[in-house]
């Protein structure tokens, strides 16, 4: 498909005004803790504190720093399964208290501010009248087809919001089924999780807010998508990072956090990976080896284009480009264990192509480096050797990848120069030579690779702005 038709647009005219430096009762979690503390360095317990956690696509974890970004504790949780959509909210509810809960009590009176990201386009529906849920959770990955035509008729062409899997079609989807709610409220997962610690109905930020229409250039929603009669179901937008109120009482006495801790607005997982990068120059990328993969690539130039899954985020005076595939970590749990990839990765020659050609996909449905709700996993043919079908789909995962950033640079982004890898697959470092040979460009591991490291970033400079 041509993609010459494409406008881009360089930021060299813009203001940098917006600095920015993821149940049941019987749940059943796993909690892992550990504080990390030089040796020879005693802790000084009256010293600030920023907490960031991330709600991941299969748990969430949290990261508390000091001003200076060391890590004075981090723990996770793990989803437990769910039976059906709406208990995904009541376990990430879970989840966020129990991991306050698993914060040494020694650090929560210093912790002077909080932050959360969320799965881009995760989305629900609740009543700002009672904060009680109307639809949802709609997952990152749901695609809503029945919703696209009625979104391209409003939105410019090859927008972001121009696919299934947008926020916008999640609302507009819903608001066809249900219009008349005058106090129905949209608001991504992160949002809602923060609003759980702040109270404040409909704040959000806008990198969320990105997928629902919201355009960071001109910094508000366009007037296209405010002309819609269901516009009022938008929440405000505020740069991630910003302060939005003191957390709730009854939280700050059940947890022992100080009264001037202050909750801050959030962002999208994969943008809180690329902040703990710390990556500043363009051309430097990160790419996100989760149960998903996410590339982003700091570039001069913002690129947008819905048939490729491509969009940008403001980030400072540049543009964070990129785009999320389906492909990643959760396809390979779906054939070995944790056990196995260690093992059978051992037995890869990374310096030898793999002659398999598969797309990896957990389910049907790919979002990028193309938007095809209906392409279908494939991994066949299997060889004998487990260690040949896992390099087969390490390498199958590396060209996925390659082939998003070609096409970013095709569209007119920045090319990409250096990528910094976070997430679980960073760990792999036969599949990291793989992906170098395959990128042809260095790729290491990010010093930090954890999103709620970001996250933390955020609290950070919520606190200090």
């Known amino acids: 498909m041509p993609v010459s038709s494409l406008s881009t647009k360089p930021l060299s005219h813009l203001p940098t005004k917006r600095g920015l430096p993821r149940l049941r009762r019987a749940l059943s979690l796993t909690f892992e803790s550990r504080i990390r503390m030089n040796l020879g360095y005693h802790e000084e317990t009256s010293k600030s504190l920023y907490l960031g956690i991330d709600f991941g696509t299969s748990g969430a974890r949290y990261a508390l720093i000091d001003k200076q970004g060391a890590i004075h504790s981090e723990g996770k949780r793990t989803y437990p399964s769910?039976?059906?959509?709406?208990?995904?909210?009541?376990?990430?509810?879970h989840a966020l208290f129990h991991l306050l809960g698993d914060v040494p009590a020694i650090y929560r009176p210093s912790i002077s501010s909080i932050s959360i990201d969320g799965t881009s386009a995760t989305t629900l529906i609740i009543d700002r009248n009672n904060g009680g849920l109307?639809?949802?959770?709609?997952?990152?990955?749901?695609?809503?087809?029945?919703?696209?035509?009625?979104?391209?008729?409003?939105?410019?062409?090859?927008h972001t919001v121009?696919?299934?899997?947008?926020?916008?079609?999640?609302?507009?989807?819903?608001?066809?089924?249900?219009?008349?709610?005058?106090?129905?409220?949209?608001?991504?997962q992160s949002d809602w999780l923060l609003w759980l610690l702040h109270g404040?109905?409909?704040?959000?930020?806008?990198?969320?807010?990105?997928?629902?229409?919201?355009?960071?250039?001109?910094?508000s929603y366009p007037s296209w998508l405010m002309a819609q009669p269901y516009a009022h179901m938008l929440p405000s937008v505020r740069a991630p990072g910003a302060p939005i109120g003191p957390i709730k009482e009854d939280l700050r006495s059940q947890f022992g956090f100080s009264k001037n801790c202050v909750v801050c607005t959030g962002t999208?997982?994969?943008?809180?990976?690329?902040?703990?990068?710390?990556?500043?120059?363009?051309?430097?990328?990160?790419?996100?080896?989760?149960?998903?993969?996410?590339?982003?690539?700091?570039?001069?130039?913002?690129?947008?284009?819905?048939?490729?899954?491509v969009y940008s985020h403001r980030l400072d005076d540049m543009w964070l480009v990129g785009g999320a595939s389906n492909t990643g970590g959760a396809v390979l749990r779906q054939i070995f264990t944790d056990d196995q990839l260690l093992v059978l990765s051992r037995d890869i020659d990374p310096s030898v192509p793999?002659?398999?050609?598969?797309?990896?996909?957990?389910?049907?449905?790919?979002?990028?480096?193309?938007?095809?709700?209906?392409?279908?996993?494939?991994?066949?043919?299997?060889?004998?050797?487990?260690?040949?079908?896992?390099h087969g789909i390490l390498e199958s995962i590396a060209r996925i990848e390659a082939n998003g950033y070609k096409l970013l640079k095709e569209l007119?982004?920045?090319?990409?120069?250096?990528?910094?890898?976070?997430?679980?697959?960073?760990?792999?470092?036969?599949?990291?030579?793989?992906?170098?040979?395959v990128l042809g460009v260095p790729?290491?591991?990010?010093?930090q690779t954890e999103a709620a490291y970001g996250a933390a970033l955020l609290a950070l400079k919520g606190a200090i702005s």
């Open 82 to 93: 769910v039976s059906n959509a709406t208990d995904w909210a009541s376990s990430w509810k």
């Open 354 to 390: 793999s002659p398999l050609d598969y797309y990896p996909l957990p389910k049907k449905g790919e979002r990028f480096p193309v938007s095809d709700p209906s392409m279908v996993p494939r991994l066949q043919p299997r060889p004998d050797s487990d260690a040949e079908y896992l």
């Open 412 to 437: 007119g982004a920045t090319a990409v120069e250096e990528v910094f890898t976070a997430g679980g697959g960073a760990q792999n470092e036969k599949w990291t030579v793989i992906r170098e040979r």
């Open 443 to 447: 790729v290491r591991k990010a010093e």
């Open 162 to 188: 121009c696919s299934g899997s947008s926020t916008l079609c999640k609302l507009v989807s819903w608001w066809n089924s249900n219009c008349g709610h005058d106090s129905a409220l949209l608001m991504h």
């Open 268 to 309: 999208t997982d994969s943008i809180a990976a690329f902040l703990a990068a710390r990556t500043t120059e363009p051309g430097k990328a990160v790419t996100s080896l989760g149960s998903t993969m996410a590339i982003k690539l700091l570039s001069r130039v913002r690129v947008e284009d819905a048939r490729f899954g």
């Open 200 to 219: 404040e109905y409909g704040v959000s930020d806008y990198n969320n807010t990105l997928k629902v229409g919201y355009d960071p250039e001109i910094d």
């Open 134 to 158: 109307l639809a949802g959770p709609f997952l990152y990955n749901e695609s809503f087809p029945d919703a696209l035509p009625a979104v391209e008729s409003i939105a410019p062409v090859n």
